[in-house]
């Protein structure tokens, strides 16, 4: 396939931990005159010279290059790919009639209206992550549809979604959502991020048997819940709420990747039945002693990885050698990993 090449060595792809939290504009110091005089492009000069049977594009904007409208793309009928990152774009102007796009990355531009999708049927991929989006519209003719990232944007209300039953992969993290609703319809989920907003509850997700990642974390929560239909979960991140027991995982016996650090919990309990829990994150929490930690010891769990750095615990002055004792199966405590002379 042929492809335009940015100016620039392309990011690296969605880390979904991170509900992409980088700030583009941390080294800029620029006047507001000297913005005003940045060379600011149409995409038809990224394409001067591109082949009309073109099947990929790939730019990502520099500081002296951003694209800012690209209607001349219409003319590329062929494109599978359209993958414009990191510029100036204010509309989805352009892309109505390529029906062809299988995959559409607008991430990191200006735009405040999802508009003129409608005809892309064919479209599996779509991202419009760290735009200035309000609602999810416009979408209910993307039956192909399989991952859809709208993180860091401006929604308020999970909406837009009833007719995007086939999507596996969806990102809302870091918005302004209060409440986790509108999701029934979307039995293929997988993977569900839902990170750095103002959620207060676990629920809604009653429908979504076939997710295996959950993410959660840095919202409002005080108490684990809303998890009963979740039998194949495999990873739960929990991380950076309220919450101050842990409870609710009774359903949960596919987890292998549990993150409640930083949290307000006190005992490690109510995961004996975990028999597959290899990583636990409890760092930054409120154990204070092995008494604490100890019930875990009943379980048949091999965990492989424990974190409790930033608790009360990790103060003890064997504390490493203590949980090794307690859990032969370590290989990892916080970010020590344990020499392999020393496991059994």
């Not at 583009?24 to 990224?46: F, L, M, T």
């Not at 219409?74 to 299988?102: H, M, P, Y």
């Not at 990232?149 to 969806?170: C, F, M, P």
């Not at 919990?265 to 636990?280: P, S, T």
């Amino acid at each position: 396939m042929e492809a335009v090449e940015s100016h620039s060595a392309c990011s690296e792809g969605h880390s979904h931990n991170h509900n992409h939290s980088h700030n583009h504009n941390a080294s800029c110091s620029h006047s507001h005159k000297e913005k005003d005089k940045r060379p600011r492009v149409g995409i038809e000069e990224v394409l001067l010279d591109a082949h009309p049977d073109m099947l990929d594009v790939y730019y990502v904007g520099t500081r002296n290059r951003k694209v800012t409208d690209m209607r001349a793309v219409r003319e590329f009928k062929k494109l599978e790919t359209l993958n414009i990152r990191s510029c100036l774009l204010k509309s989805i102007r352009g892309v109505k009639d390529l029906t062809a796009l299988v995959s559409l990355e607008l991430y990191d531009n200006k735009i405040k209206k999802i508009q003129g999708l409608e005809l892309l049927v064919n479209l599996e991929t779509l991202d419009l992550s760290f735009n200035q989006i309000k609602n999810i519209e416009g979408l209910g003719s993307l039956e192909k549809l399989k991952t859809l990232y709208v993180a860091n944007n401006r929604l308020s209300v999970i909406e837009g979604l009833d007719q995007l039953v086939n999507v596996t992969k969806l990102d809302l993290g870091s918005n302004k959502l209060l409440k986790i609703c509108g999701l029934d319809n979307l039995t293929q989920l997988t993977s569900l991020w839902l990170g750095r907003n103002k959620i207060t509850a676990i629920e809604g997700l009653e429908n979504l048997s076939k997710l295996r990642q959950l993410d959660v974390q840095s919202n409002r929560l005080v108490k684990i819940s809303g998890l009963d239909g979740l039998g194949k979960l495999e990873e739960l991140y929990l991380s950076h709420n309220g919450i101050q027991k842990i409870e609710g995982l009774e359903k949960l016996n596919a987890l292998v990747t549990f993150d409640i650090s930083c949290n307000k919990i006190h005992v490690l309990e109510n995961m004996n039945h975990l028999e597959n829990l290899k990583e636990l994150w409890a760092n930054g929490n409120l154990v204070s002693s092995f008494h604490d930690i100890s019930i875990l010891k009943e379980s048949k769990m091999k965990l492989d990885t424990i974190y409790l750095e930033h608790s009360p615990i990790a103060k003890d002055f064997e504390y490493r050698k203590k949980l090794h004792v307690m859990f032969p199966s370590l290989k990892q405590i916080d970010a020590t990993y344990i020499p392999r002379v020393n496991q059994k």
